[in-house]
């Protein structure tokens, strides 16, 4: 069974899949794709959460790419959450080398279900934010179809909370959507249409920082280059359909949908690591 799983199709397919979602949502792939490689293909989990942010790379590449046409970035706030994603890549990849496997899946079971609770959750009403949180830094975008979206962020807690986004996502492999797309909505009441494309830009840098640390010989390489080549393929262009299709999608029961799969996903990684 293990090889059907590695066959190169079906990590192709697997990866059109979390491409899609992954950008059409805003969480990234590596929630589905480290249960993947630990419990499907038996992998060690460092080297499952190195392959999977190299794969998170790629499709935030290609979710930048989309939304960048579309002019739905913010950019240099996304820069600055990156800025502060990089130190916390450093603290991840160090958890990595020191946690167990079985601690490994259990907490990662966490870290879904949290990211499976914030889709369930998703208030249907636009969000006003918080106060404190909404001053500071004002920004305005106008995007390719001619609307403006104005403002205002507190930049000094964002790159704060950005540390934890790069612990995250370097020790387990996954983007840090679940935390930085809530954060701009609810926090900061940016509209989703901005959160998510400025979340993926952002992660395009937090995933190609830790990709650097994960594919070094430090101590040992923990990128697999196959899977990377054939998921990547196929998260490239899901990603790029994702993008075109999110202006278009107001997707309650999509978000229900994937909070129950990943809700499913925290149990069976639970029972991995509990066994």
Do not use: C
């Amino acid at each position: 069974m293990t090889e059907v799983f590695a066959h190169p199709g079906a990590l192709v397919v697997f990866g059109l899949l979390i491409g899609f979602f992954g950008a059409l949502v805003g969480v990234g792939g590596g929630v589905f794709m480290v249960p993947y490689f630990v419990r499907l293909l038996g992998w060690r989990h460092e080297l499952a959460a190195g392959t999977s942010l190299a794969i998170v790379f790629v499709n935030a590449a290609s979710g930048t790419i989309g939304y960048a046409r579309q002019k739905r970035i913010d950019f240099a706030l996304g820069a600055l959450l990156a800025a502060g994603t990089i130190p916390g890549t450093f603290g991840g990849k160090h958890l990595m080398q020191t946690i167990g496997g079985g601690a490994f899946q259990v907490a990662f079971a966490v870290v879904v279900a949290i990211a499976a609770a914030y889709l369930a959750a998703q208030p249907s009403r636009v969000p006003q934010g918080l106060g404190w949180f909404r001053r500071g830094w004002p920004r305005s975008l106008d995007d390719a179809s001619g609307l403006r979206y104005q403002y205002e962020v507190n930049a000094g807690f964002g790159v704060l909370a950005s540390v934890f986004v790069g612990v995250v996502a370097t020790l387990f492999g996954v983007g840090g959507g679940f935390i930085h797309v809530p954060m701009l909505i609810l926090l900061y009441a940016l509209p989703a249409h901005v959160a998510v494309p400025t979340s993926t830009f952002a992660l395009l840098i937090t995933a190609a920082v830790g990709t650097l640390q994960n594919a070094l010989p430090w101590p040992e390489p923990q990128v697999d280059v196959i899977a990377l080549l054939y998921t990547g393929v196929g998260a490239f262009a899901g990603a790029q359909a994702g993008t075109a299709l999110a202006p278009r999608v107001s997707a309650p029961v999509l978000r229900l949908v994937l909070a129950a799969l990943m809700a499913g996903v925290a149990v069976w990684m639970a029972y991995g690591g509990l066994r």
